[in-house]
């Protein structure tokens, strides 16, 4: 690799050519502050935070967008520096409302944490601020553009990461929005509600539609049996919420809190995770030997399933038919639950918490009501729950730890890799193998499905079947360059798993926020770590086999009889709709009406 | 277009067929149509001359049109070419005046002398010896007013398209660069960057494909130099595209242009289509195998689109914004790939520099400026105009030789230079040299070379206001230095105009300033506090009046002006308070009238009425 040597105040620093400054002084250890910077995602060197000065250059440099050159001396802490970084915040600040007490991003913000850090006390230029209408009219997400400074990280995540670009500037100088194409709002555009634009977010300008009152409601109604479920993802991830470090699995101490908080039963989506493979496995098979649509696409991730719908429903047919493992649980928490303990359904109330945005909208799909009820009453974020344990003064990291209750609880290894991109499809791989050749998986680690690279791709030989080609795409802008490729006759493969988030869920659109500058200073990707913390979780469980969970294997003897019989097509499985990518054009389209 | 030789022989045959002005065979009437003559009428004066041609049967006259000469304050300007006169030119042409002229010069072979701009008493003299003339010098307006824009012969009649022959067949593009950088001509669209080292960057820049971009997005208020250009002599821009596409080894153009320059829109359509006819443009030019073909790309009126960055931006159909540099257009430009821009008038130079040589050039302006540059003359001046002059020509000669002087005898306060990204240069300066350094140093800048001249009824906290008003509308927003910063200069310097200035303002618009000047990411945003640091550093006095005497000492802002009657002055007409507006005036007749301060709203039309010079505003 070309190096290069510059002087950052006075040291000489070598770097691979190609750095920006910023990396330079990074690997040297000398902290520049950043606003708009955000890791491998966007460097466009608008907010003029990260400045330095550079010999011979006209004024200040964005250290994050100026390039080392041989030779190259940067001053980073100078008084005209110090002045510049201060005033511009100063100014930033000035047009931001000061609502920090309230704001759900108290505390964690990175804008409250950078005027703390260059001793910003007052504010010597006030004047108007700009005043935009709030959009709270999808199901998931919230904008608050007065919170908003412009950073774009979001515009970035949602169009460069996940290709679909429905955020954007609108307006220009002072009256600058980042918004919708025409100021819409997020439910009337082909927003998949991926969440991945909070995810990104520096201060409190995006957020998930906070529906934890709802839940402490119902958990207030002695007549209410509230049932709880936790996604694979969360147990990896909620722990950073109490300052534990990211890859810290807190699975148990989760359940003892969701306890105390006063939940009936604490379940584990985990189980319908392995419901979902031997209903999914299944599928795949019949699929494969009777001729069906492949290559079979999985359809756990609920912001996958509408940005299908929205740009490809010419895939809608090779979406596998499956629920996601939510909508499962949802299904079984008000017909198999209550008919196992004798209750009412109506008075089951059921709750999830999910790594995910687009869970809420998924819940209240109208088709997602196969029980007979609204089969998951509320969804909640990593970040909800955390916000309401804390709420309940719960001491999370000294509490002790605590097993699910049975049996919606019980789970396999298999479940929760569902937490990670190649999750599912190793879990599937690990049931289908032994359905299909009969023989006993030893090595249960299928480590070419595992990993943060976009696109993967594995063949498995399963005898007698034979080959079998699989891929794995996390993120929609991977997952759009993979379908590309299908369409354009490039790749065949059986099985496809698409996760919407970068990582898959442990890279959630609900998950804990990890802001720019720890983003620079974790040894390793948080998602790496993160999805570390999942693979630890399979290792230490008993079984790590979906067909071998015995709870699984008495739902199907007590209720469900077989894997895609007459009560799991009714209750397990669902159906897809194209939906308009341009929705504003769709509503002049005859055939729309 | 296949050899030089076929070139000079086009250029015979054209001499020999061509009209008056350039052969003197046949008498010729010429009707200005630049945007600013049809402005002033120039379509109807031409329909006059027609008519009346026709009216008098007159078959010995020809016709033509051509684009602004420069003279844009006796707009519509008329020209009549008879050979082996002078030249006769008339000013403020109106459709009536245009058929006296047609029939005076060819009916009665006379001149009207009232009218003409070069009368030399009974006679006529070069246009060039009058005074608003003679200290211009023109190279890259040369042909702007002289030839018919939409006709490419006339254009190679003054040696167009030679300079592209002789970069082709006698000069390799490191030569072609060697001229460019030798001459000393610098980027006329505001930097004043060196055009050679911009073009042997772009040179040394490796890439499959290269791009040549002409910068037409003028935006500055009143400034018009570009538009002139485009409009009046659209090939000599053509012609340099081609030769700066041979030197840096680009094979295609674009040229940005506002959209609100229809005429120039249109003549460069023409051109570019004649160009390609003739082969000056497309494949193997000069059968010397060299390609090059060009497209207009129209801006939607976005004043940042004329910064290089967003300007690419634009052409690639993003959001017209600027990004950080480097890397440098001339690394990573169009698309990413290596780019030259240049502005209208830079390019405009090149055929000259090419022809002549360049020493020519460089003998022309001061050490670090050579050649001439294209003021647009405004504001309150006698002569607005198009003037060009020799780099290093004092303020006072563009101000009172060429411009006349300031109206209605008025004092003569100071010239706002590079819009609203320069500064003001008050009277003290007026022998100051214009050159690049000079006016940097001055803490203005030349910018594309807008002029607008302040008399002393200007606040020049109120023009401050005005540029920050303008640069804050025009801010594309992705900076927060210029998107918030020149919003709380606006608000303060709003502030101080209606009389609620306290003594921190001052500073607090200096430490924005300072910041903007220092952390804004484009050169637009870096340069927009340029009118106020300026006008803070040379009128001082008028803010301090603003804010501790709550007065604005040239009685422009409304909030901060009385109106009232002297007593001694007024006869009682009532003339005054029958005209206000608002009632504010009462009395009696025959005894001094009063103004009620309070429901006064200052229109100013009482002032106007007062035969006595009674009223009056403090």
Redesign the interface.
Known sequence: MEMVTLTIDGREVQVPAGSSVLEAAQRAGIDIPTLCHLKEMNK?????VC?VEIENA?????SC???VSEGLKVKTNTF?VR??RK??VE??L??HPMECLTCNRNTNCELQALAKKLGIKDI?????NTIFPMDSSSPAIERIPDKC??CRRCVAACSEVQGIGIL??N??????IVAPAFDRMLNDVNCVLCGQCINVCPVGAIREKDETHKVWDALNDPEKVVVVQTAPAVRAVLGEEFGLPVGTPVTKKMVAALRRLGFTKVFDTDFTADLTILEEGNELLDRVKNGGTLPLITSCSPGWIKYCEHHYPEFLDNLSTCKSPQQMFGALAKTYFPEKIKVDPAKVYSVSIMPCTAKKYECQRPEMKDSGFQDVDVVLTTRELAKMIKEAGIDFVNLPDEEYDAPMGISTGAGVIFGATGGVMEAALRTVYEVVTGKTLENVDFTAVRGLEGIREASVDLPPLGTVKVAIAHGLGNAKILLERIKAGEAEYHFIEIMACPGGCIGGGGQPIVSAPDRMKLPEDYKMLRSKAIYDEDKGMALRKSHLNPAVTTLYEEYLIKPLGEKSHHLLHTHYQARPKYIALACNDESEK | MRSVDELKALKEKVLKEMSGRVDNNMPTITVHMGTCGIANGAKDVLTAVVDEIKNKSLTNVTVAQTGCPGICYEEPVVTVAIPGQMPFFYGKVSPEKAKKIVTEHFVNNKSVQDWLLNSDGNSTKEISAINYFKPQKKVALTSCGAINPEIIEEYIAVDGYFALAKALTEMTPLQVIDTMSKSGLRGRGGGGFPTGRKWEFAYNSKGDQKYVVCNADEGDPGAFMDRSVLEGTPHAVIEAMAIAGYAIGANQGYVYVRAEYPVAVANLKTAINQAREMGFLGKNIFGKGFDFDLDIRLGAGAFVCGEETALLASIEGKRGEPRPRPPFPAVSGLWGKPTIINNVETLANVPHIIRNGAEWFSAMGTEKSKGTKVFALAGKINNTGLIEVPMGTTLRTIIYDIGGGIPNGKKFKAAQTGGPSGGCIPAEFLDMEIDYDNLIAMGSMMGSGGMIVMDEDTCMVDIARFFLEFTQEESCGKCPPCRIGTKRMLEILTKITEGKGTHEDIENLEILAKTIKNTALCGLGQTSPNPVLSTLKYFRHEYEAHIYDKKCPSGVCKKLVNYSIIAEKCIGCGLCARNCPVDAISGEVKKPYTIDAEKCIKCGVCIEKCKFGAVVKK
């Open positions: 466009i060197g608008a907010c003029r400045l006209r004024g200040l440099q964005a967008v100026y390039p005209q002045e510049a005033a511009v100014l930033i000035s047009n010597r230029f006030q004047g108007e400074i412009l954007g500037l307006e220009r100088g002072f009256a600058s």
